[in-house]
């Protein structure tokens, strides 16, 4: 038995934040069912085979950042899982420049005018009193100084989240810049090593691709208890407890504990009496970005060494660039290689946004011009979404969203798990933490 005297679990949405609960109820041996809208499991964690070729829904990695949820991992891929060493750079002003910055890289690429200006402007910021860090500019500029920052991060930043860097929360740099400024840049220098506590460069993949650690928890969790295809219309309440959640077209049941690791935004329509009307307003205001994709398959073994390269200026239509192959060497054929592009936007923007065939075109000659590729390498292209990949989480989103989740949150057999249910910017190694630590709660009664 359950805490609230439930004994069963129903989890909404297959993503990683649900098919974690799925994994740990099951190692309790608690009975859970999953219900998930699309025909496979993984949500925006997926890897897609196309033929020889095989890509993540974005550029993906593990981070053993939590013991318990790697030696997990470990267990469920055996020998797939390895660890893989590939740097990523920053494209700039037609340089590759080294991501997590290095100093002797920026020592070639920059005038010296310009890196006067960034060492005096990063001991000033050592000798200055701290500021209170209220934006991801203000940690931008405190970590790298103002010119640094507005060269490789602000820009970037801002093309990612198509929104002013002084209007985000720093936590948007998702622990990125943790450990990292300009002073522990030239300290690596000096001991010749890099930080090796960054999120770049050094981490866990799977063999033949990230999706398939969901692939294997849902194997685990048993398929008989995942319900593909199973839209979640309705969640009927009594203002106390939801009784009642209707599916594909109308079938229905009576749930235990449910874990809903579905869209904030999608949860003021489906709640039956709807929210209160300024919880549903709050709902209004939060925003996520959505990801496009252009995959394009080449006829050449590589594109480049670099396990993502990034794009800050905005004359390139897309942010990101990820090789699968660079990954691992089962993602791609021998003697071709895949590329996959990301291109950030708002919902807002979908409407007037170009033809998958010019979005295409636009970055194929881009890629061209730059001489990553020539037209004749390009052996055919695929355009996929990634809907609600981010979160847009803006100064001041705390204030906003409490109410929301506090309203979720106190059904007695309701609560909200994941990154776009409790609207946070988190990775995958913590949703599976936070998994285990919420079964484990359920448990004590
Ligand atoms: C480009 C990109 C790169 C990333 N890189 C990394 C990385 O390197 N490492 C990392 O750990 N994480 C990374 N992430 C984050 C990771 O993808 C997410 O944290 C993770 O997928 C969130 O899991 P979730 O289960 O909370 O949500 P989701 O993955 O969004 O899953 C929610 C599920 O709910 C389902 N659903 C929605 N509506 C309904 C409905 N009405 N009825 C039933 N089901 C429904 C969806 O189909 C989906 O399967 C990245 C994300 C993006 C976009």
Redesign the pocket.
């Known amino acids: 038995m359950l805490k609230n005297n439930f004994s069963q679990i129903d989890v909404?949405?297959?993503?990683?934040?649900?098919l974690g609960v799925g994994y740990f109820a099951k190692k309790y041996g608690i009975p859970v069912s999953i219900?998930?809208?699309?025909n496979s499991v993984?949500?925006?964690?997926r890897t897609i085979s196309n033929g020889e070729f095989r890509y993540d829904t974005?550029?993906?990695?593990?981070?053993n950042k939590h013991s318990s949820v790697t030696q997990i991992v470990k267990d469920l891929l055996g020998e797939d899982l390895k660890k893989v060493n590939v740097p990523s750079k920053i494209y700039y002003n037609q340089s590759m420049i080294d991501f997590p910055l290095n100093f002797i890289n920026l020592l070639q690429c920059l005038q010296t005018s310009a890196l006067i200006k960034i060492i005096k402007e990063n001991l000033l910021n050592r000798i200055k009193p701290k500021r209170d860090i209220k934006s991801f500019k203000d940690l931008a500029y405190q970590s790298y100084g103002k010119t640094l920052s507005e060269l490789f991060l602000i820009n970037y930043t801002e093309k990612l989240w198509g929104k002013n860097s002084s209007e985000l929360d720093p936590n948007i740099s998702g622990k990125r810049l943790k450990n990292l400024d300009f002073f522990s840049i030239i300290k690596s220098l000096i001991l010749g090593k890099y930080n090796t506590k960054h999120l770049d460069g050094s981490f866990l993949y799977p063999k033949h691709g990230f999706g398939t650690i969901f692939d294997e928890l849902a194997n685990n969790i048993g398929n008989e208890n995942i319900f593909l295809d199973?839209?979640?219309e309705k969640i009927i309440h009594d203002g106390k407890k939801i009784n009642q959640i209707v599916?594909s077209n109308g079938k229905s049941f009576k749930p235990g504990m449910v874990v809903n690791?579905?869209?904030l935004t999608?949860l003021g329509n489906?709640f039956d009496p709807k929210p209160p009307s300024h919880i549903i307003e709050c709902i209004n205001r939060i925003q996520f970005r959505d990801?496009r994709l252009c995959i394009l398959y080449l006829n050449k073994p590589k594109f480049s060494s670099n396990a993502s390269l990034y794009f800050p200026e905005s004359k390139f239509p897309y942010n990101r660039i990820y090789e699968p192959k660079n990954r691992s060497e089962k993602m791609a054929p021998q003697d071709k290689t895949c590329i996959v592009i990301?291109s950030a936007f708002s919902r807002k923007d979908r409407d007037s946004m170009d033809s998958a065939e010019s979005f295409y075109k636009k970055i194929r000659n881009s890629l061209v011009c730059e001489r990553f590729i020539q037209k004749k390498d390009i052996l055919g292209y695929e355009i996929g979404f990634?809907s609600?990949?981010?979160p847009i989480i803006d100064v001041g989103i705390q204030k906003r969203i409490t109410p929301v989740l506090s309203y979720f949150n106190s059904f007695d057999n309701h609560i909200l798990h994941?990154?776009?249910?409790e609207f946070q910017y988190?990775?995958?190694?913590d949703?599976l933490k936070s998994s285990e630590n919420l079964v484990s709660e359920f448990l004590r009664k």
């Open positions: 909404l949405g297959a993503g990683p934040a649900g219900f998930e809208l699309s993984g949500g925006n964690s974005g550029a993906h990695r593990l981070h199973s839209k979640i599916y690791t579905l869209p999608i489906v990801v990301e990634i609600n990949a981010y994941g990154r776009n249910a988190v990775h995958t190694h949703l």
